[in-house]
C-alpha cells in the first residue's frame, strides 16, 4: 500500500468558503460514487483552518490524502474516461492544477500514536519538508525517521504540546518524477492552534529542536499549514 499526498489551492476567482463547501460537498460525492474510483482504499481532506489564513506565506487550502493497494489500482482510476468525465473535470475547474504539489509516500511511520478516542476539534500541522541542499537521500530519511522523530517525542517538554506525530516518507521510485522536489510530509496533531504556536515559540524549541532541523531540512522551503480535524471522505479498509 502506499499513499499520494497532495497539497491544493484553489482556482482564482473561487472564494475561500466557496471552495472549501465545493471540496467537501460535491467534489467529496462525485469520489464517494464513482464507480471508477473503486481502487482506491481510502481518502481524506485536511481543510485548512480558517484562522491560519491570516498568514500570507502559504497560497495552499488543503492536503488531500488518497491510499491505494498498487500502482495498477492507481493508474487504472486515474486513466478510467469515466473518472475523467467526472472526479478529473470536477478536479479542473476547483484545482489550480498548475500549484498542486503532490507526493507518492510510503505508509506513514507513526512516532506517536493518537490517543484512542480522539474526536474533533483538533489542529493539524501539514508540512511538506525538502532536505537541506546537499544532502544525500539515504541519508535524510534515516536522519528523518531515526534521529529527529525520537528527539521530539523522547524530550517531555516538547512532547507536552502535541497529541500525535507522523511521518510520510517519499517513495524511493517516486524520486524519478524530476518535477517535485518534496522529500516526505510530517503530520502532527494539537488540540488547538494555540499549542501549536506555544511549542513554537517556546524557548526550549528554539534551544533543542530547532538546531537538529537545521542538520537535515531546507527550513527556508517548507510547505506547512494548520487545518482542522481530518475528514474521511471514504475508507474500504478491511
Not at 25 to 45: F, V, W
Not at 75 to 88: F, H, K, L, P, R
Not at 139 to 157: K, M, Q, V
Amino acid at each position: 500500500m502506499f499513499k499520494v499526498i497532495a497539497f491544493v489551492k484553489r482556482r482564482d476567482g473561487i472564494e475561500i468558503e466557496e471552495f472549501h463547501d465545493r471540496w467537501r460537498g460535491r467534489h467529496a460525492d462525485l469520489i464517494a460514487q464513482s464507480p471508477a474510483t473503486k481502487g482506491l482504499i481510502r481518502y481524506e481532506q485536511s481543510h485548512r483552518s480558517l484562522r491560519d489564513y491570516e498568514r500570507e506565506d502559504c497560497p495552499f487550502d488543503g492536503m488531500a490524502t488518497q491510499w491505494y493497494e498498487s500502482w495498477d489500482a492507481f493508474i487504472d482510476m486515474y486513466s478510467n474516461t469515466e473518472y475523467q468525465a467526472t472526479v478529473g473535470a470536477d478536479e479542473n475547474d476547483l484545482f489550480d492544477q498548475k500549484a498542486l504539489v503532490a507526493v507518492f509516500t510510503e505508509v506513514e511511520d507513526v512516532i506517536v500514536e493518537r490517543p484512542e478516542g480522539l474526536t474533533a476539534p483538533y489542529t493539524r500541522l501539514c508540512c511538506a519538508v525538502r532536505r537541506k541542499p546537499g544532502m544525500e537521500i539515504e541519508e535524510f530519511h534515516t536522519y528523518w525517521l531515526e534521529e529527529h522523530g525520537p528527539l521530539n517525542r523522547d524530550d517531555a517538554d516538547i512532547r507536552k504540546f502535541f497529541l500525535a506525530y507522523e511521518q510520510n516518507h517519499r517513495m524511493r521510485s517516486d524520486y524519478a518524477r524530476k518535477d517535485c522536489d518534496v522529500d516526505g510530509v510530517t503530520i502532527q496533531t494539537f488540540a488547538s492552534a494555540r499549542d501549536f504556536y506555544a511549542m513554537a515559540l517556546d524557548p526550549i524549541y528554539a534551544e533543542r529542536i530547532h538546531p537538529d532541523e537545521l542538520k537535515f531540512l531546507a527550513r527556508d522551503n517548507l510547505i506547512w499549514l494548520l487545518t482542522d480535524a481530518e475528514e474521511v471522505i471514504l475508507d474500504r479498509r478491511s
